[in-house]
C-alpha cells in the first residue's frame, strides 16, 4: 500500500521562503517522475513542478525562478523549495506520483491532476501580505 505524506507547510510573510517535504512508503520517487500540485480555494488543482525519472525539471511558468524541486533519492523524499512567496502562492501544496508509474513530465497525470494519482494529503502554505 502506497503512502505519501507532504509537511513543511505554514504561514510566511510575502518574500519569505519555505521548504515543503514529502516521503512516501511503498512508492519509489527515483523510480519514475513525480510532482508538487497545488489548489487555491474555488480553484483548479494546478501542477507547479516536476522531476523525471532522469531527474530533469519542469516548471509552471510563473513559478520559474522562484521555485526549485528537487529529490533526495537516498532519503526516498521530494522537495520544494519555495522563495520570494506571493499571497497568491497561498494554497493546499500536494504531493504526487502517477499511478502507474511512468517516467516523464507529461501526459494527464501532470497537465489535468489525475484523481488516480498518488497523493498525498497535503500541507497548507499561508503567504501574508
Known amino acids: 500500500q502506497v503512502q505519501v505524506v507532504e509537511s513543511g507547510g505554514g504561514l510566511v510573510q510575502a518574500g519569505g521562503s519555505l521548504r515543503l517535504s514529502c516521503t512516501a512508503s511503498?512508492?519509489?520517487?527515483?523510480?519514475?517522475?513525480a510532482a508538487w500540485f497545488r489548489q487555491a480555494p474555488g480553484k483548479e488543482r494546478e501542477g507547479i513542478a516536476c522531476?523525471?525519472?532522469?531527474?530533469?525539471?519542469y516548471y509552471k511558468e510563473s513559478m520559474k525562478g522562484r521555485f526549485t524541486i528537487s529529490r533526495d533519492n537516498a532519503k526516498n523524499t521530494l522537495y520544494l523549495q519555495m522563495n520570494s512567496l506571493k499571497p497568491e502562492d497561498t494554497a493546499m501544496y500536494y504531493c504526487?506520483?502517477?499511478?502507474?508509474?511512468?517516467?516523464?513530465?507529461?501526459?494527464?497525470?501532470?497537465?489535468?491532476?489525475?484523481?488516480?494519482?498518488?497523493w498525498g494529503q497535503g500541507t497548507q502554505v499561508t503567504v501574508s501580505s
Open positions: 522531476i523525471n525519472r532522469t531527474g530533469s525539471t
Open positions: 511503498g512508492l519509489t520517487f527515483s523510480g519514475g517522475a
Open positions: 504526487a506520483a502517477p499511478r502507474p508509474r511512468y517516467d516523464y513530465c507529461a501526459g494527464p497525470w501532470w497537465t489535468a491532476a489525475r484523481p488516480d494519482n498518488y
